[in-house]
């Protein structure tokens, strides 16, 4: 089955198609991502209309030159899969419009994915796939969550942020250092040049038993810091390195603690903020001190990307799940 997936939650329009008959990495036949950042840059964040304009503009081009690369014809796709939530309203309609109204012009099925989903499940599409049971870490932009996965589509929050999320966290922190928008992938360049020590800051609730996380404090800390400091480019590569390796460790012990007690040694990790290299040599090292493994979708399909949404849809549809024809999208939705 070749499964066409789009992707229009946020800033990025994506656009995959994913074909069944092909194992693991090989069946990601085709994927391409058109980012809004240069679009949004100007005002320092996402501008909701603006991006649903331009999700308009790009879709059915992407469409075209996936479908190209993929060497398809669109009457050879076997169904289509979107993310239908959560995320901003306008640009998800777009999304499923596009979707919807092609699935019906071919008469194949359509699925709605949920996006978080799509994040956790596609380390899967790597060669070598960890098979559930695992624990799932999606940190994101929107969310920083820690997952039992039983099966696919049997989920259990075991914990989650109780306010910024990770990658909201490496953002507003870049923010007020200063450092341009999206900053989060930014400072994490920026600690490359920082010196390990340099700057210690806390490592939010680790003190205590529990799997939820709080990362507002550590940008006040780092504020402070940053208000007080000399300002020179090494001061501020020597923050930024405090800051990540205090998100780092703090999410490395919280996977340690999950695995315990759901007696797994394998972490599954995705979402943009799974595209950070200390974070991934850190918690490589920390599964393979108890034995196991941590797996990561390569760094292009950490962040926002339409692979992810076609492959859960692939899955979705291969169990005989699709959707009627209405057009619904559902910007707040817990997985
Ligand atoms: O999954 P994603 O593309 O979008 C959401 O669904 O939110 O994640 C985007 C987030 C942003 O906050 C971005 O700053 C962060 O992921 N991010 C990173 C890195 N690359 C992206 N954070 C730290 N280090 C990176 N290398
Ligand atoms: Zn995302």
Redesign the pocket.
Known sequence: MKVLGIES??D?TGVAVYDTGLPGAAGLRAHAVYSQIALHAEYGGVVPELASRDHVRKLLPLVRQTLAEAGLGVGEIDGVAYTAGP?LVGALLVGAGVARSLAWALDVPAVAVH??EG?LLAPLMEDDPPQPPFVALL?????TQLVAVDGIGRYRLLGETLDD????A??KT?KLMGLPY????Q???LAEQGRPGAYRFSRPMTDRPGLDFSFSGLKTQVLLAWQQSDRSDQTRADIARGF?DAVVETLAIKCQRALDAAGSDVIVV????????R?RARLQEMAAARGGRACFPR?AL???NGAMIAFAGALRLAAGQHDGPAVHVTPRWDM
């Open positions: 939650s946020c990025e995320g996006h978080m994040h940190v994101s932009g929107g969310h999320a990770a990658g909201e490496f953002d870049a999206p900053g989060g992938p400072l994490a360049a990540e995705s979402g943009g903020v799974g595209a950070n290299r974070l760094p950490c962040t926002d």
